[in-house]
């Protein structure tokens, strides 16, 4: 048996899983005694799930069970900033070919799309709004990334506003950044209010099994998942763990496990919100800077901040990394927002992030009826999406010009063994996080 050592874990307080409208509904049940399914996906994010519902939609005479270490909703798919990002994702200015550009935009178009039509049948309140995107930058240096993306902008014909800092502050209600630009596509949403609703309305067709960390798998002509006092026989599996993925042997040496970190506050109080925010929209806003902070300003008012990178071979983050999280997140709110400099944030988190060297994914067969997907970077509530269905889609013998696309583009490079691995990649994150400047 390849036993399982590394499993998720719940680091810290988990802002949108704890102030989701459906935390209270109970989704799936424990993995104990012996079960069986026709196909058994591991993992119940984005990912995941999207490859569950498709398998459904393409089996409905198949049994299908999805398998959580954690709640749905207290993985990564629950703890990152909930946008949904429709273009192309260039801040690090990687040339894609127009064609390259135009199909990743069609595929987070669909994966949209995809998600909006399940948010509907399934009647999910998880604070979806349409409102586009804001691209910042604070230090004349990080300007060069916003004329890069311009740049991009233009070639490809996307909609888009350049903005001044009046204009960002109007918009924003702060006038730290000094220039912007605004793409209208993006959608943001309470993540874990989004993953879990997905399971709630799946799990009237599938099983789903939570609080269940596979601890081991035989791989065989029906493999058996354990958990600690079950097992579950499938035929075949799916392997959608993002950053956990290595621990099965049968990924290696593709996948970089970073934290980053959120903070979030309670909502804000109306005296502020009518001081401070009055006629302010509710918003998003990224950095130009590749380590820069990412900022929202919720629906429901609150403020949301993320940033810090941390290369953690362990997968567990510790108090004392989150103290310095918070610290960092205190500073860049208090520069964002003096005049909040009174309010606290209620929770802060850390979450993984998959990433590969290329920014490709690793989307394929990886044994004898044994299929995966990982390494969604920063991009992973569309690209999870997407890829969750098309695997569906390739599993199922199906042909796209789509699926052909993926498989062209998801050939994440391969990551030096350690210790070159860790010294390689806490030096390269050292020097994106200083040079980021005050975009942190
Ligand atoms: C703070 C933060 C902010 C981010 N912001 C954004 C954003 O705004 N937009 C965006 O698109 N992306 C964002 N991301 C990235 C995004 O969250 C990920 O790309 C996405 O969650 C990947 O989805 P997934 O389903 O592939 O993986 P995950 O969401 O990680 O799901 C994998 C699941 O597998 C489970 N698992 C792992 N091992 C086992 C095991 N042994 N047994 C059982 N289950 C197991 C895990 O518990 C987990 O729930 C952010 C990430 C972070 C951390």
Redesign the pocket.
């Known amino acids: 048996m390849k036993s ?1 050592k590394r ?2 874990q719940v680091d810290g307080e988990l802002g949108w899983y704890l102030t989701a409208p459906n935390v209270d509904r109970k989704v799936g049940r424990a993995l104990k005694g012996e079960q069986q399914a026709d196909i058994a996906i ?7 799930l999207a490859a569950a519902e498709r398998l459904q939609e393409l089996y409905p005479d198949k049994t299908i069970a999805v ?4 709640d ?1 909703g ?12 429709d273009l192309p994702h260039n801040v690090d200015a990687k040339e894609n070919s127009a064609a390259e550009d135009m199909q990743l935009y069609a595929l987070n178009q669909f994966a949209i799309a995809r998600l909006f039509e399940r948010m509907q049948t399934y009647s999910i309140n998880c604070l979806w709004h349409h409102a586009g995107k804001y691209m910042v930058a604070r230090e004349d240096k990080n300007v060069k990334g916003l004329d890069d993306f311009e740049r991009t902008l233009k070639k490809r014909d996307f909609a888009y506003q350049r903005l001044n800092r009046s204009e960002l502050a109007q918009r924003l209600g702060t006038d730290y950044y000094q220039d912007g630009i605004f793409t209208p596509g993006n959608i943001l949403m309470n ?1 874990a209010a989004l993953v879990r609703g997905l399971a709630l309305g799946l799990q009237k067709h599938i099983d789903v099994y939570t609080h ?4 081991g798998i035989d791989y065989g002509d029906v493999h058996q998942i354990h958990t600690v006092g079950g097992v579950l026989r499938a035929k075949t599996i799916v392997q ?5 993925s290595e ?1 099965t042997g049968l990924v290696k040496n593709k996948i970089a496990p970073v ?4 903070s979030l506050t309670d909502p804000l109080p109306d005296n502020i919100v009518s001081q401070y925010f009055q006629n302010i929209e509710p918003w998003g806003l990224t950095s130009a800077h590749p380590a820069g902070t ?1 900022v929202r300003f919720t629906p429901d008012k609150r403020i949301l901040v ?1 940033n810090i990178l941390e290369f953690n071979p362990n997968q567990a983050s510790t108090a004392e990394v989150r103290q310095k999280a918070w610290q960092q997140h205190r500073a860049s709110f208090v520069a964002r927002f003096p005049f909040l400099e009174h309010i606290d944030f209620q929770y802060t988190w ?5 990433v590969t060297l290329n920014h490709n994914s690793v989307f394929e067969k990886l044994a004898d009826n044994v299929y995966g ?2 390494g ?9 999406t997407y890829l969750g269905y098309y695997m569906a889609e390739m599993m199922h013998g199906n042909h796209s010009a789509e699926l052909e696309f993926i498989l062209q583009t998801s050939h994440a490079n391969r990551i030096p063994p350690e210790p070159f691995r860790s010294i390689g990649a806490r030096h390269q994150i050292k020097r994106e996080q200083s040079a980021a400047g005050m975009d942190i």
Do not use: W
Request: glycine share 20%; aromatic share 8%; hydrophobic share 40%.
């Open positions: 399982i499993l998720p591991i993992g119940a994010g984005f990912t995941g398998v959580e270490a954690l749905v207290q993985g990564t798919s629950g703890r990152n900033a909930g946008f949904i990002i993540p269940s960390p596979v601890i959608t763990m993002s950053s956990f621990e934290f980053t970190y959120g990412t993320r850390g979450g993984l992030l998959a997907i990982c969604c970077n920063g991009v992973g509530v569309a690209k999870g």
